[in-house]
C-alpha cells in the first residue's frame, strides 16, 4: 500500500503563482508514476500531469502546459506541482495518484493510489 497526502492548496489572485506537495509513505518503490489530477465543480476529475519514474519523462494537459511544472523529491516520496500564471478556470481540488503502471498515464483507472485532494481557488 502506498499513502499520499497532498498539500500547498490556498487562495491565490489570477496571474499568480502556488506549489503543491504530494508525500508519499509506504510501499512507494513499487510504484512506477507519480502525477496530478484536478477536479472542478460539477466536472469529472481531469489528468493535470505525471512522472514516469523509469525515464524522468513528465506530460501535461495541454490546458496546463508551459504553465504547471511537475519535479521530484530525491526519492519517491515527493512530488511537486509548481503552478504558475493561474488563471480561475484552474480552480479545482486537486489530487495526487501514484500507480504501477507506465502506458495510458493520461487515465485515473491506471493509478492504484490517490490522495485526499487539496483545494485550489483563483480569484478574477
Known amino acids: 500500500q502506498v499513502q499520499l497526502v497532498e498539500s500547498g492548496g490556498g487562495l491565490v489572485q489570477a496571474g499568480g503563482s502556488l506549489r503543491l506537495s504530494c508525500a508519499a509513505s509506504g510501499r512507494t518503490s513499487s510504484t512506477t508514476a507519480m502525477g496530478w489530477f484536478r477536479q472542478a465543480p460539477g466536472k469529472a476529475r481531469e489528468f493535470v500531469g505525471v512522472?514516469?519514474?523509469?525515464?524522468?519523462?513528465?506530460t501535461y494537459a495541454d490546458t496546463v502546459k508551459g504553465r504547471f511544472t511537475i519535479a521530484r523529491g530525491n526519492a519517491k516520496d515527493r512530488l511537486y506541482l509548481q503552478m504558475n500564471s493561474l488563471k480561475p478556470e484552474d480552480t479545482a481540488v486537486y489530487y495526487c495518484?501514484?500507480?504501477?503502471?507506465?502506458?495510458?498515464?493520461?487515465?485515473?483507472?491506471?493509478?492504484?493510489?490517490w490522495g485526499q485532494g487539496t483545494q485550489v481557488t483563483v480569484s478574477s
Open positions: 512522472l514516469n519514474w523509469g525515464d524522468g519523462e513528465t
Open positions: 495518484a501514484a500507480g504501477t503502471r507506465t502506458w495510458n498515464l493520461r487515465f485515473e483507472y491506471q493509478y492504484d493510489y
